[in-house]
């Protein structure tokens, strides 16, 4: 097997805003593996929340390429990447989920079977996913809103987090007013006090939020279980569960987990945390870094286990370079093809590879 990358730039299509930061654009490696004439895809993104800047990708790709390209097929790959083998285990969460991706899509098209097969759904999987909507001001956050409905989006995702939260009910009514039945969910990413939290939550649930994600800064999970506990809506664990320990310490003590493949490691990974999630009272939800179709792809593959999918990384950007995983119509679905079911729209640049 051969394994190569690409480095590209991902344009957003509009900053996004959120209580911690502005995004205007992120690099993204593609990551291929070659065999057989059939070439598997995988994404890592970069992002400096999780401390993954595109130089430690490289470093790490780099570093594994030896082992990768010493395996004689991806059947042998999947299993070295499997918890407890060697392939995966000094890989960074964010690159090790590109390298199961593209083993998982090479496997998928040398079997002729979507992804979700080779991970034990029989269905074609398809959920609506919610659409994020920054922190803006009222009258555009109502327009998107507006605009999102009339598409076909029936789950809107509204960042607070403002300095003044009297900033974060207007935003909130505005969306309300744009998009009158859609259901709403909350993520302040961490800005509250847990005091603050205490307070506010009443008030946003009588506005119509159905969920808040995690509205207390990370780093204090009883803190965390204690909001959730006296919340109207079910409170939504993100930047405290980053791993399998994590999360499984929060289980039953949250309504939710928001598992992103890029925190966790990959498919695998966040069907461990789903088996540990079950009968706890605690459900997953599937979030994701903003991306190519490539990157939030395997999720999709996964939406049937999800009580709240939270797939729009792609719909965010300027122009998305690959296809196959929907969503404009507000529902994701992965295409019927072998693999991850993703095809590039235009080629690599000449140049790229490496």
Known sequence: MRLTWHIVSLELAEPLRISRSVMARRDAVWVGLQHDGLSGWGEAVSSAYLGLPTERILRHLNAARP???????????????????????DLPAGVLVAVEAAVLDLAGKRAGQPAHQLLGSTAPPAAATA????????????????????????????????????????????????????????????????????????????????????PVEAGRPDALARVAAAS????????????????????????????????????????????ALLGSGTDLMLGCLTASSLGIAPAVHLVDRARWVDLDGHLLLAADPWSGIGGADGIVRPAPRGGLGVRRRAAIPAGAAR
């Open 131 to 214: 659409r994020t909507i920054g922190i803006v001001a009222p009258v555009p956050a109502a327009a998107q809103a507006s605009r999102l409905a009339a598409a076909g989006f029936t789950v809107l995702k509204v960042k607070a987090g403002s300095p003044d939260p009297a900033e974060d009910f207007a935003r909130v009514e505005a969306v309300r007013e744009g998009a009158p039945d859609a259901d709403v969910l909350l993520d302040p990413n961490g800005a509250w006090t847990e005091e603050l939290a205490h307070a506010l939550l009443p008030r946003f649930a009588a506005l119509g939020v159905t969920a808040v994600e995690q």
């Open 232 to 275: 109207p809506v079910p409170v939504i664990a993100d930047e405290d569960a980053v791993s399998y320990e994590d999360a499984a310490a929060l289980a039953g003590r949250v309504q939710g987990i928001n598992v992103k493949l890029a925190k966790c490691g990959g498919v695998r990974a966040a069907l461990r945390i789903h088996a």
């Open 67 to 89: 082992a990768v390209e010493r395996l004689p097929d991806p059947e042998t790959a999947w299993a070295e990447l499997a918890p407890g083998g060697t392939l995966g285990a």
